[in-house]
Structures are given as C-alpha cells and as structure tokens.
C-alpha cells in the first residue's frame, strides 16, 4: 500500500533560515508527488509537484523540492525563510491505478519567529 | 481567484439536522473529490466521483452521501447530523488527464 510519512509534524526557524520539510513515500509505482501548503481557515494550494523528468522541481513562494528514488524522499526547501511562510504543509502521493486519488500525509506545521 | 466554490464557510448546527455541504467548480473537470480533515490529522478521503452519474466511496467511512448530476456541482448531504460529524470538509477537482488538485476553501462543519 501507499503512504507518506512527513518527518516531524512541527518545525520552527526563524525569519531567513534555511526551511527543511521532511517527506518519505513508499510505492509500489513509479510515484507523482505533491507539496501542497494550507493557511488558517483556508483550503490547500499546490506548491510544487514532481511527475517525470527533472527530479529537482521549483515551485512558487521560492520553494523546491529534490526527488531521490534511492532514498524514497521527497523534501521540501526554502533558502530563506519569511514570516509569511508560515502555514501547515502536506506532502501528498498520487494512489496507484485511475482514480486519480492523493494520499497525504500527516502535515507539518511550520513556523517562523521573527 | 478560487475557482472551486463551497458553501457555507462555517456552520453551526443541532444534532439530528440534515445538511448539504455545497461544491461547485466552474473549469470543467471531470474527477472531484470529499477529503475531511480534523484538526492537526491528515486529509482523508471520502467520497470521490468520475463524472457525472459517478460516485464512489473513499477510504475512511463516512455517513455522508454525495451525488453528480452535474459536471460542476459536487454536494455532500449528511441525513443526520452527529456530533462525530464535527470535522473541516474540503472540496477538490482535478482534469481527466491528471495534474493535481484544486481544492475549495473547505467548510468547518461543527454539530452541538
């Protein structure tokens, strides 16, 4: 079966750090990944996504992701950290077969102190 | 600019009410999707439809019942209201050929 775990559910950095969300999949099938951010009281919104080609792939708000099949990974980077960063991040895996399904993982809040 | 549409924002309603959560879309897509989400958990899946006259059940039971009898209108009916049911609801669509979601605004559903 398909999962995705996000590797601490809270991260802290302050305003201009290096931003690093963790992200591992397992899949039975070459994977689609996803990097979706959710504000307060606010659907979500694709960030970036990984399909095929390219393994780094850059997304809006400056973020990028690295896909690493040899390690499973999927991790989300910023260089520079802004207060406006400041949201709840999902990493997601398309499900296997046509139903065109995302399976998410747990999130990770991430927080900026100025 | 959204261009998924759910309604209403929030709501507050007595155990025991029916309710129809609203999701409309107006890009055309065929695959739409239900996910509820509680409060610091992951998204899961509850209903998701192909296209019109499709539905099928997601991964985590739910006591919802969705319907498509149009391509751009996506509504979840709850018969009976349960304080159980007291979760966030968001809305997805995505194109036939699959590049990922758009996602509505969500509902926050609480039942007292």
């Known amino acids: 079966a398909q999962s995705v775990t996000q590797l601490g559910s809270h991260v802290s950095v302050s305003e201009g750090a290096l931003v690093l969300l963790r992200c591992n999949y397992s899949s039975s099938v070459p994977p689609y990944l996803f990097w979706y951010v959710q504000y307060p009281n606010q659907g979500l919104q694709l960030l970036l996504k990984?399909?095929?080609?390219?393994?780094l792939v850059k997304g809006i708000n400056g973020f990028e992701a690295e896909f690493k099949k040899s390690e499973t990974s999927f991790h989300l980077t910023k260089p520079s950290a802004h207060m406006s960063d400041a949201a709840e991040y999902f990493c997601a895996v398309k499900a296997a077969g046509n139903t065109g399904k995302l399976i998410f993982g747990q999130g990770t809040t991430l927080q900026v102190k100025p | 600019e959204a261009d998924i549409y759910q309604t209403p924002r929030y709501l507050v309603i007595g155990t025991g009410k029916k309710i129809t959560l609203e999701c409309s879309q107006t890009m055309g897509h065929d695959k739409m999707y239900w996910y509820q989400q509680d409060p610091g958990m992951e998204l899961h899946l509850i209903h998701y439809s192909y296209g019109v006259n499709s539905t099928e059940k997601g991964d985590l039971s739910s006591e919802s019942t969705v319907s498509r009898i149009r391509t751009e209108h996506f509504p979840l009916t709850l018969e009976s209201a349960r304080p159980s049911h007291t979760s966030q609801y968001l809305c997805a669509s995505s194109e036939k050929n699959w590049d990922g979601y758009t996602f509505g605004s969500g509902t926050r559903l609480t039942v007292v």
């Open positions: 990984y399909t095929t080609g390219a393994t």
